[in-house]
C-alpha cells in the first residue's frame, strides 16, 4: 500500500484539507469584507493544493504537483482581480462591503 | 408554376415593394394594392390543377416547398383573393400605404397556408400569417393588448402545430404529404399526440370554446378591412387542417376525438349564439356569431359524412362571405358614425338605402336564409350531420338558428332601423369604390346560395374515405 | 507524524484566526503564518519546489497585495464600517445541510474508500520512484515536457489577469454613493427639514 | 301506397310556368333597382306583373289538372342544387288553387296598393317587396320538393318581416317584424329537422320519392310529421306560436291583406295538405295537428272578442279561421280544409282591404272605439265590410258556410267530436266579434272627437301613432274622406268570390270535388249519428245567438245612446286574462327569450371574462408567481451566490454519499 510512504494515513490529508477548505467556505459565506472573502479564498485554494500533493505522493505521479503549481498561479490572477475590484469599487462607493454590490439583484 | 407564384409570392413581393413607395400617396398605394390583388386573383381563377415542388429538406426527414391545388384549397384560395380584392379597395385607414403592405403580406401568408402540400410549409406560413395581423392590431388597433393577446393565442397554437410537424416528419420519414392519398396510417402511438398538437393549434385558430377569448377583441379591435380577412378566411385555416391534415393523415385520432370534438363543437355554438344576444359592440355581435357558426362546421367535420363535409366545405366559404361583408360594411358605418355601439346607432337605412342593403344581404346570408349560401351550407350540413346518425347534435345545432335570426336581426336593425339618431355627422351613403368593393361579395352570396352546386366540384369523399378505419 | 498533527493544529488555527479578524491586516498575519505553516506540510509531502513557490509567490506577492490594498483603502476614510447583515436567513439550514453531507461523505470515506481508491492509481500516470520523486528536476521535466500547454495556458491567465487590472484598478472611477448611503443622506435631510434647522 | 313517383307531375317545359314564377321577381327587380326612375310607375308596375302571373296561372289550368298515365299536374325539373337534391317545379291542383289565389287576390291588393300607399316616400320599395312576395309563395307552393319549399317558406317569412316592418322608423313597426320573423325561423328550424330524417330514411327531397317511401319512415314519420307542423304552425300563427300574428298589424293593411290573410299564413294549410300521405299515415301526428288546430281556432276567436284595433280583430279572426283550416287538413277533411283557405282568401281580404279604407280614410286610426256612425259616411265601406262579415259568419248561402261546414262536420265524420263542438262554438263566438266589430265600427254616433280617456283608452299616444310617412290626401283631418276609386274597386270585385266562392262546394259531386278526386285519397269515416243538415243547423242556431248578443251589445237602441259610456266600461273591466291574451307573450318571454338572454349575459359577461380568461390569467399568474420565487434567489448578495453554491455542492455531496450505498 503506497500510502505506507505517508507518515499518517491519507485520510488525516483529506480531513485536514477539508477542514481547511470548510473554514474558507465559512470566511467567504459570513464575513462581509471582502479582503477577508478574498483570503478565504486562498485558504480555499490552498486546501485544494494539499490533497493533490498528499495524493501525488500517494500514487507517486507528479501531475499533482503540476495542478497545484498551476492553481498557484490562477490563484495569484484572482487575488489581482478579486483586489482590483475592490479597489473599483471602494473608488465608487469610498466604502467596502460585499453587501452593497447588488448589481446582480433580479 | 407561374401561377401559383403569383398567389404565394407575388403578394408578399408586392407587400414589401409598397413600402418603397412615397408615405403619403394614398392613391398610388391603393391602385398598387388593388392591382396586385387583382391579378392575384386572375391568378386563383387559373389555380385549377397547378402544382410545383422545390426539395427542401433531406434531413431528418424529406420537406419541400410543395404548392397544388386540391380542389378544397381552390375554394378557400379564391375565398381570400376576392375578400383581400374587396378590403383593399375597401380599406380606407390612416397610414394606408403601410395597412395595404400588410394586407398584401397577409394574403400571401394565407395562400401559402391554404395551397402548402408540405406540412412543413404548411407551419411555416401558419406562423408567418400571425404577424401582418399582429402588426395591424399594434399599429391601427384600440389597444394594444390585444394584439399580445392575439400572438400569444396563436404563437402557443403555432408551437403546438411546429412540434406535431417535427414529430410527424420524424415518425413518417416525410412531410410533403397533404392530399396525397393512401399513406400508410401513423399508427397509435405516436398519432394522438401529435394530433393534439395539431387540434390545439387548429381549435385556437378557428376558434373554438373554450379557446375563444382572443377573438372578440381580436375582431373588434383589427381594422375592418383586415378584420374582413381574417375572419372571413385565417378562421378557417383550422376547419381546413382538421380536414386536410387529420382527416387525411391522422384518421385513428381524429376519430378517437370524435366525442371531445363533438362537444366543443356543441358548447362553441350554443355559447356563441347566446353571447351573441346581448352583446353591444356592432362587431362583437359578428365575432360571437363566428364562434356558434364556425362550431357548427367542427361539428360537421367530426361526423365524418361526405354530405356534411360537402355542407361544411359550403359553409365555409358562405362564412367567408358573409363575414366579409358584414365586417366591410360595419367598417363603414364606423366610419361614417365614429361608433359601433348599438345604442348609440339606429335608423341609418333612411339615409344610407345603400348601405343597409348591403348589410341586409349579409346579415340575412348569416342567419341562413334560404336562397344565400349561408343555408346551403347549413342544410346540407346539418342533413349530413343527421344522415350520420348524430341525432343530438343535428337537433341541438337547430337551436343557434333560431338565436342567430334573433342577433342578426337585433343587429341590422338596431343600427339600421327605427328612428334616426339626431345630431350625427355624414350620412353619405356607399361611395362608387366602397359598392365596388361589396358588390362581388354580396353577387357570390346570392349566386352561389341559388346554385350551392357549382361550389361542389370537389371530392369530399376523398377525405371520408381516407378517414375510414381499416377494418 | 508528531510533525503532522502539530502542523495540522496550527494550519485550522491560523485558518481560524484569518476569517474571525475583524481588521484585515490581522488576517493578512494570519494567513502568513498558514502559508508557511502549509509549505512545511507540503516539504513533509516530497514537495520543495512547491513548498519554495508557497512562500516565494504567495507570502511574497499576494500577501502584500493584500496589504497594500489594506493600506490604500485604509486612508482617511473607514471603509470596513458593517451595515446589517442581509445574508439569507437560509444561511443556517443550508450550512448545516452542507456538513451533513459533508459528515456523511467522511463518514463514509473513513470506512475505507479512499484506500480503495488509493490502491488504484490512474493508468497513464506518471509514476516514478519514490526516491525521486518530488525533485525540481522531475517537476520541471514534466512541466516543460508533458504539461507544456497548460503551462503557456498559464501564462496567457496570468496576462489576461493583468490586463484586466490595469482595466479595473488603472482607470478613474467617479464617486457614486450606495443606495444606502443616499437613503441615511436624504434620511437626514429630510429630518433637517422637517426639524425646519439647517442640515449640519 | 297509393302514390309513387307520378304525384311529380308530367314532365315537360312549360315556359308558362316559369313565366308565372319569375315574373313577380323581375318585378321586384325592377322595382327595387329603378324604383327612383320609375317613382309612380312602380305601383301600375308591379300590378300588371302579377296581374299577368294570374293571367299565367289560368291558362296553366290545363296543364295543372292534366293526368297522363296516373301523373297529375305538370312538372319541371331545375336540376341539382347539389348532388341528391334535385330541384324542380310541380304544378298540380292543390298548387293552382294557391297560385290562383296568391296571383289572383294578390293582383286585387296591388292595384288597391297604388291608392292605398299613394304618398308613401318609399313607394317603389314597397311594391318590390310585394313582388318578391308573391315570387317567394310562389316558390313555396310551386316547388316540387321539400328543400324548395324551405326556401320559399324562408323568402316568404323574409318578405313578411320587410313589410312588417316597412316603416322601420316606428319602434313597434321594428320589433314586431323582428317577432315575427324569428318565430318564422322556428317553424323554417321544425321544417329542417323534417328534411334531415327525410332525408335520412329516403335519400331524396322530392316530393314523389317520400310519397311513395313511406313505409320506409318508420319510427320517424311522427317526428318528420311533427317538424313539418312545427313549421306550419310557426307559419300559419298556429298556437302557441301564435303570437307574433297580431303585432304583424304594424304593417301597412294591404301587406296585412296579402299576407297575413290571404296567402302566407296560409301556408301550413297548404303544408299539411300537400304532405298528406305522411299525415295520414301517423294518426297520433293528425291527432296532434286537428286539436293545435281547434285549440287555436277557439282562442282565437275568444281573444277576437276582446280587442278594440280593428286590424288586431281581424287578425285574430284570421288566426281563429286558419285554426279551422289546420283541424280541417288535420282531420283529414284535406278538401274541406283547402275549400276554407279558398274562401276565406276573397273575403278576409275583402274585410282588410274594407278596414284599410276606413283607416285610410281616418288616418291611421284603428281603434273602433274612435269610429263609430261610420255607415253614413262611408257606405261602400260598410257594405264591404258587412258582406264580409256575413261570408265569415257562414251564413246560409255565403261562402263560409259551406266551406266551415265542411270543415266542422268533416271533423265529426273522421271521428273527432270534440273538435266539432270546438268548431260550432267557435262559430258562434266568430259571428260575436266579428258584429261586434261592424256595429261598434259603423252605427251610432261618430267618436272621433271624444276625449279618448272617455272611452277606456289608457294610453292613446300608443294607439294609432300617427306616421311621418303616411298617405295624406291634404284634407283637414277632421272630416273621413271617401277614397279613390282604385281602392274600392278591387274591394268590390273581392264581394262576388267572397259570396259566391263557397257554392263550388255545393253537393255531393261538387266541382271542387271533382277538381281535387285526383290529389287525395278519401279518408275512412265513421258513423255520425248527426245528419250533415243537422249540423249546419246547429252551426247556424250558434251564429245567430252570437249575432243576436252583438245586437244587444252593441247595435240595440240603449247600447247606441250610451255608446261611449259603454265601452269605457268594456274598456276597464276587461278581464286582465284577454288585455293579456291569455299571457302567451309573456310566458314566450320568460321561457325563452329571458333565459336565453339571461345566458347569453351570464356567458359574455361572467364566464368569458372571468371564467375561460381568469383560467388563463391563473396560468399568467402562477408564471409571475414562480418567476417572483426564483427571483427572490437573485438577491444580488454575492455571499448569497456563493451559498447557492454550497448548497449544491453539500447535495452533490448527499447524493454521493447516499449513492455509496449509506
Redesign the interface.
Known amino acids: 500500500m503506497n500510502s505506507a510512504l505517508l507518515p499518517v494515513s491519507l485520510m488525516s490529508y483529506v480531513g485536514l484539507s477539508a477542514v481547511i477548505f470548510f473554514i474558507g467556505v465559512g470566511g467567504v459565506l459570513l464575513r462581509r469584507n471582502p479582503l477577508i472573502i478574498l483570503m478565504s479564498i486562498e485558504l480555499m485554494w490552498n486546501s485544494a493544493n494539499l490533497l493533490f500533493l498528499a495524493f501525488a505522493r500517494v500514487w507517486l505521479n507528479n501531475a499533482g504537483h503540476i495542478f497545484a503549481f498551476l492553481v498557484i498561479t490562477v490563484a495569484a490572477a484572482e487575488a489581482a482581480i478579486g483586489l482590483a475590484i475592490v479597489v473599483v469599487v471602494f473608488r465608487r462607493t469610498h466604502h467596502v462591503d460585499v453587501d452593497d454590490v447588488r448589481l446582480l439583484k433580479g | 408554376m407561374m401561377v401559383l407564384l403569383a398567389l404565394v409570392v407575388l403578394p408578399i413581393a408586392a407587400g414589401f415593394a409598397l413600402y418603397a413607395l412615397p408615405r403619403a400617396d394614398r392613391t398610388l398605394a391603393k391602385g398598387i394594392a388593388t392591382g396586385v390583388a387583382a391579378v392575384t386573383f386572375l391568378a386563383g381563377i387559373a389555380l385549377r390543377d397547378q402544382s410545383m415542388s422545390v426539395r427542401w429538406l433531406a434531413r431528418p426527414f424529406t420537406a419541400a416547398f410543395h404548392f397544388a391545388d386540391d380542389g378544397i384549397g381552390f375554394w378557400i384560395a379564391l375565398l381570400l383573393a376576392l375578400c383581400t380584392l374587396c378590403a383593399v379597395l375597401a380599406a380606407n385607414v390612416p397610414r394606408l400605404r403601410d395597412f395595404l403592405a400588410l394586407m398584401l403580406l397577409l394574403e400571401g401568408a394565407m395562400m401559402g397556408v391554404f395551397l402548402a402540400r408540405d406540412l412543413l410549409v404548411f407551419a411555416l406560413f401558419w406562423d408567418l400569417m400571425l404577424v401582418p395581423v399582429f402588426l395591424g392590431l399594434l399599429g391601427w388597433g384600440e389597444h394594444p393588448s390585444t394584439a399580445w393577446r392575439y400572438l400569444i393565442y396563436n404563437f402557443a397554437g403555432g408551437l403546438t402545430l411546429l412540434l406535431s410537424t417535427a414529430a410527424f416528419g420524424v415518425a413518417f420519414g416525410s412531410t410533403d404529404v397533404i392530399g396525397r392519398s393512401g399513406l400508410a396510417h401513423l399508427g397509435y402511438i405516436w398519432g394522438p399526440w401529435i394530433f393534439a398538437g395539431f387540434a390545439f393549434a387548429f381549435l385556437v385558430k378557428t376558434p373554438i370554446w373554450p379557446l375563444h377569448t382572443w377573438m372578440p377583441p381580436t375582431y373588434s379591435d383589427t381594422p375592418p378591412p383586415m378584420v374582413a380577412v381574417v375572419s372571413a378566411v385565417q378562421s378557417k385555416a383550422g376547419l381546413y387542417g382538421f380536414i386536410v391534415v387529420g382527416m387525411a393523415l391522422l384518421p385513428e385520432a381524429m376519430h378517437a376525438a370524435t366525442y371531445v370534438m363533438l362537444w366543443l363543437g356543441l358548447i362553441s355554438l350554443l355559447y356563441g349564439g347566446f353571447v351573441a344576444l346581448v352583446q353591444t359592440d356592432a362587431k362583437r355581435i359578428v365575432a360571437y356569431s363566428s364562434l356558434s357558426h364556425l362550431g357548427l362546421i367542427l361539428v360537421a367535420i367530426f361526423s365524418f359524412n361526405a354530405l356534411a363535409l360537402r355542407g361544411a366545405l359550403i359553409y365555409v366559404i358562405a362564412h367567408g362571405l358573409f363575414n366579409a361583408v358584414l365586417f366591410l360594411v360595419l367598417g363603414f358605418i364606423e366610419e361614417r358614425e365614429e361608433t359601433r355601439s348599438l345604442p348609440r346607432l339606429g335608423g341609418l337605412a333612411r339615409a344610407n338605402p345603400k348601405i343597409a342593403g348591403a348589410f341586409a344581404i349579409g346579415a340575412l346570408a348569416a342567419l341562413g336564409l334560404p336562397g344565400l349560401i349561408g343555408f346551403a351550407g347549413e342544410l346540407i350540413m346539418l342533413t349530413g350531420i343527421f344522415s350520420a346518425g348524430y341525432f343530438w347534435p343535428a337537433l341541438i345545432a337547430l337551436v343557434p338558428i333560431v338565436l342567430a335570426a334573433a342577433y342578426m336581426l337585433r343587429l341590422f336593425q338596431d343600427i339600421m332601423q327605427g328612428p334616426e339618431i339626431p345630431d350625427v355627422p355624414i350620412r353619405r351613403d356607399l361611395t362608387l369604390i366602397e359598392g365596388l368593393a361589396v358588390a362581388p361579395l354580396v353577387l357570390a352570396m346570392v349566386f352561389f346560395g341559388v346554385n350551392p352546386h357549382a361550389l361542389t366540384t370537389f371530392d369530399t369523399t376523398l377525405y371520408v374515405s381516407a378517414s375510414e378505419l381499416a377494418p | 507524524?508528531i510533525?503532522?498533527?502539530v502542523l495540522?493544529v496550527l494550519?485550522?488555527g491560523t485558518?481560524?484566526f484569518?476569517?474571525t479578524?475583524t481588521k484585515?491586516v490581522y488576517?493578512?498575519v494570519g494567513?502568513l503564518f498558514?502559508?508557511a505553516f502549509?509549505a512545511m506540510?507540503?516539504i513533509?509531502?516530497?514537495?520543495e519546489?512547491?513548498a519554495l513557490?508557497?512562500i516565494v509567490?504567495?507570502t511574497g506577492?499576494?500577501l502584500v497585495?493584500?496589504v497594500f490594498?489594506?493600506a490604500?483603502?485604509s486612508s482617511g476614510?473607514t471603509?470596513?464600517?458593517?451595515?446589517p447583515?442581509?445574508?439569507?436567513r437560509?444561511?443556517i439550514p443550508?450550512?448545516l445541510?452542507?456538513?451533513?453531507?459533508?459528515g456523511?461523505?467522511?463518514y463514509?470515506?473513513?470506512r475505507g474508500?479512499?484506500?480503495r481508491v488509493?490502491?488504484s492509481?490512474?493508468a497513464g500516470?506518471?509514476?516514478?520512484?519514490?526516491n525521486a520523486?518530488?525533485s525540481v528536476a522531475?517537476?520541471g521535466k514534466?512541466?516543460f515536457t508533458t504539461?507544456l500547454l497548460?503551462?503557456e495556458i498559464?501564462a496567457f491567465?496570468?496576462m489576461?489577469?493583468?490586463i484586466?487590472?490595469v482595466i479595473?484598478?488603472g482607470k478613474?472611477?467617479?464617486?457614486?454613493?450606495?443606495?444606502?448611503?443616499a437613503a441615511l443622506v436624504e434620511r437626514e435631510m429630510r429630518e433637517a427639514i422637517l426639524r425646519g434647522g439647517e442640515l449640519e | 301506397m297509393p302514390f309513387a313517383h307520378h304525384v311529380m307531375g308530367v314532365e315537360g317545359a312549360y315556359p308558362l310556368l316559369y313565366a308565372v314564377w319569375l315574373l313577380p321577381f323581375a318585378g321586384a327587380v325592377a322595382c327595387w333597382a329603378f324604383g327612383p326612375q320609375l317613382r309612380r310607375l312602380a305601383g301600375p308596375l308591379a300590378s300588371a306583373v302579377i296581374g299577368a302571373a294570374f293571367a299565367g296561372t289560368l291558362l296553366m289550368w290545363g296543364f295543372a289538372t292534366q293526368s297522363v298515365g296516373g301523373a297529375l299536374g305538370a312538372h319541371v325539373s331545375l336540376g341539382a342544387w347539389t348532388r341528391g337534391f334535385d330541384f324542380g317545379l310541380l304544378m298540380d291542383p292543390l298548387a293552382l288553387i294557391w297560385c290562383i289565389i296568391i296571383t289572383g287576390v294578390g293582383f286585387l291588393i296591388h292595384v288597391y296598393s297604388i291608392g292605398y300607399m299613394d304618398g308613401d316616400r318609399a313607394y317603389a320599395r314597397f311594391f318590390a317587396y310585394m313582388n318578391f312576395f308573391v315570387f317567394a309563395m310562389l316558390t313555396l307552393v310551386l316547388s316540387d320538393n321539400v328543400v324548395g319549399l324551405l326556401v320559399g317558406w324562408g323568402l316568404v317569412g323574409l318578405a313578411s318581416y320587410l313589410l312588417i316592418g316597412f316603416w322601420f322608423e316606428r319602434p313597434s313597426a321594428v320589433a314586431a317584424a323582428r317577432k315575427a320573423f324569428v318565430i318564422n325561423v322556428v317553424g323554417d328550424v321544425g321544417m329542417m329537422f323534417a328534411i334531415f330524417a327525410i332525408y335520412a330514411h329516403v335519400g331524396s327531397i322530392g316530393y314523389g320519392d317520400i310519397f311513395a317511401n313511406v313505409p320506409a319512415l318508420g319510427g320517424a314519420l311522427f317526428l318528420i310529421c311533427v317538424g313539418l307542423f312545427i313549421g306550419a304552425a310557426a307559419k300559419s300563427a298556429q298556437v302557441p306560436l301564435h303570437t307574433w300574428l297580431p303585432d304583424a298589424m304594424e304593417g301597412p293593411t294591404p301587406v296585412s291583406a296579402l299576407i297575413h290573410a290571404a296567402t302566407m299564413v296560409t301556408a301550413g294549410v297548404y303544408l299539411v295538405a300537400r304532405f298528406w300521405p305522411l299525415f295520414s299515415s301517423s294518426p297520433d301526428a293528425q291527432e296532434l295537428v286537428a286539436t293545435i288546430g281547434g285549440i287555436t281556432a277557439l282562442l282565437g276567436a275568444i281573444l277576437g272578442t276582446a280587442q278594440w284595433d280593428i286590424k288586431r280583430i281581424l287578425a285574430y279572426s284570421t288566426m281563429s279561421q286558419i285554426g279551422y283550416m289546420i283541424m280541417g287538413v288535420g282531420v283529414g277533411a284535406y278538401e274541406g280544409g283547402v275549400s276554407h283557405f279558398f274562401t276565406h282568401a276573397f273575403f278576409k281580404a275583402q274585410l282588410f282591404l274594407g278596414s284599410g279604407l276606413i283607416i285610410h280614410a281616418l288616418h291611421n286610426e284603428q281603434d273602433i272605439r274612435r269610429m263609430g256612425g261610420l255607415r253614413a259616411r262611408m257606405p261602400f265601406a260598410f257594405w264591404a265590410m258587412t258582406l264580409g262579415v256575413l261570408a265569415i259568419c257562414g251564413i246560409p248561402g255565403f261562402s263560409a258556410f259551406f266551406s266551415k261546414d265542411a270543415i266542422i262536420y268533416g271533423a265529426l265524420r273522421h271521428g273527432h267530436p270534440w273538435l266539432f263542438w270546438t268548431g260550432i262554438v267557435t262559430a258562434g263566438i266568430t259571428a260575436y266579434y266579428m258584429f261586434r266589430m261592424l256595429f261598434v265600427t259603423f252605427l251610432g254616433e261618430y267618436r272621433g272627437d271624444v276625449d279618448p280617456s272617455d272611452l277606456g283608452i289608457r294610453h292613446p299616444e300608443l294607439a294609432g301613432t300617427p306616421l311621418p310617412a303616411a298617405p295624406s290626401h291634404g284634407e283637414s283631418a277632421e272630416e273621413p274622406h271617401a277614397p279613390a276609386w282604385i281602392m274600392e274597386a278591387p274591394v268590390a270585385i273581392l264581394m262576388v268570390p267572397s259570396v259566391f266562392a263557397g257554392w263550388l262546394l255545393f253537393g255531393e259531386r261538387s266541382p271542387w270535388h271533382a277538381f281535387f278526386a285526383q290529389q287525395f285519397r278519401p279518408e275512412a269515416t265513421v258513423a255520425t249519428g248527426i245528419p250533415e243538415l243537422a249540423a249546419s243547423a246547429i252551426v247556424l242556431v250558434m251564429v245567430l245567438a252570437g249575432i243576436g248578443i252583438a245586437y244587444y251589445r252593441y247595435a240595440s237602441k240603449p247600447a247606441l245612446e250610451n255608446a261611449t259610456g259603454r265601452l269605457q266600461q268594456e274598456s276597464v273591466h276587461m278581464p286582465a286574462a284577454l288585455s293579456a291574451a291569455f299571457y302567451f307573450d309573456t310566458a314566450l318571454d320568460i321561457l325563452f327569450v329571458k333565459p336565453a338572454q339571461g345566458l347569453g349575459t351570464v356567458f359574455g359577461r361572467w364566464v368569458d371574462p372571468k371564467v375561460i380568461d381568469g383560467a388563463v390569467r391563473e396560468i399568467v399568474l402562477s408564471c409571475r408567481w414562480l418567476g417572483h420565487l426564483f427571483r427572490s434567489f437573485e438577491t444580488g448578495l454575492v455571499r448569497a451566490y456563493a451559498l447557492i453554491v454550497v448548497f449544491g455542492a453539500a447535495c452533490f455531496l448527499a447524493y454521493y454519499a447516499f449513492a455509496r450505498g449509506l
Open positions: 507524524m510533525l503532522f498533527w495540522a494550519l485550522v485558518a481560524i484569518v476569517v479578524q484585515p488576517s493578512v494567513l498558514h502559508f502549509l506540510l507540503f513533509t509531502l516530497n514537495a519546489f512547491l513557490i508557497q509567490v504567495y506577492a499576494i497585495l493584500f490594498v489594506i490604500l483603502l476614510v471603509p470596513f464600517d458593517p451595515g447583515d442581509r445574508m439569507p437560509a444561511v443550508a450550512g445541510l452542507a456538513l451533513a453531507g459533508l456523511l461523505l467522511v463514509d470515506e473513513s474508500s479512499v484506500a488509493a490502491s492509481p490512474a500516470g506518471m509514476v516514478g520512484q519514490a520523486f518530488g522531475d517537476f514534466a512541466l504539461y497548460p503551462f498559464t491567465v496570468l489576461v489577469a493583468v484586466g487590472v479595473l484598478a478613474e472611477t467617479p464617486y457614486v454613493p450606495s443606495r444606502r448611503q
